[in-house]
């Protein structure tokens, strides 16, 4: 059975850091992708970036230079290190996996983590 925790949410001022973690457990990091979403209130959850096997990586553009996605395969963790962070990130933040399909397909963000809640304030 997948699983997907996530960890390292909290307040913090603008222009602060946080490192959230996403710790997989029954699952093989394959060619597909994990991703970090984020849903604010009253607006829909929201990609904002994603990894593959090969470490290949994609930023949504309200993140990107500010919000880096790695992984660890060793500790089956997926990390997102968000730094110079705005009042506009504060939402709850979710990591979710492809479930691998096939040879070559991947049902996209098919397992989701419970979420953790980031909250960035003036």
């Not at 996530?6 to 973690?21: N, R």
């Not at 060619?31 to 470490?55: F, H, M, S, V, Y």
Request: glycine share 10%; net charge neutral; hydrophobic share 30%.
């Amino acid at each position: 059975q997948v699983q997907l925790v996530e960890s390292g949410g909290g307040s913090v001022e603008a222009g602060g850091s946080l490192l959230l973690s996403c710790a997989v457990s029954g699952h093989a990091f394959s060619r597909c992708e994990i991703g970090w979403w984020r849903q604010a209130p009253g607006k829909e959850r929201e990609l904002i970036t994603a990894i593959d096997n090969r470490g290949d990586t994609r930023y949504d553009d309200s993140v990107k230079s500010r919000f880096t996605i790695y992984q660890d395969k060793t500790k089956k963790t997926v990390y997102l290190q968000m730094n110079d962070l705005k009042t506009e990130d504060t939402a709850v933040y979710y990591c979710a996996a492809d479930r691998p399909s096939g040879r070559t397909g991947c049902v996209k963000f098919n397992y989701w983590g419970q979420g953790t809640q980031v909250t960035v304030s003036s």
